[in-house]
């Protein structure tokens, strides 16, 4: 698998790039929206097990933003 859509999971609201990114290296978890593992969690290690390139996260308010963790580079875009 290539990549994954996420959302914070636990009620988490991000309203940065920034603070996704803080989250991510703190290795807290993040709940998958994309088929099949919708509804299952998936943090910086499981993701690197998964060997995964790229996870997309939506954030904001009503989840109307999206931005992209390059797990190959270790960045955030």
Not at 3 to 27: C, F, Q
Not at 41 to 68: F, H, M, P, W
Request: glycine share 4%.
């Amino acid at each position: 698998m290539f990549e994954l859509s996420v959302v914070p999971a636990y009620g988490r609201i991000y309203n940065s790039k920034a603070a996704i990114w803080t989250d991510w290296i703190a290795d807290k978890d993040f709940q998958i929206i994309s088929a099949p593992n919708h509804g299952r969690y998936i943090n910086q290690q499981d993701a690197s097990a998964a060997s995964l390139a790229c996870i997309l996260v939506r954030y904001g308010k009503r989840l109307e933003k999206t931005c992209s963790i390059n797990l190959i580079k270790n960045r955030i875009n």
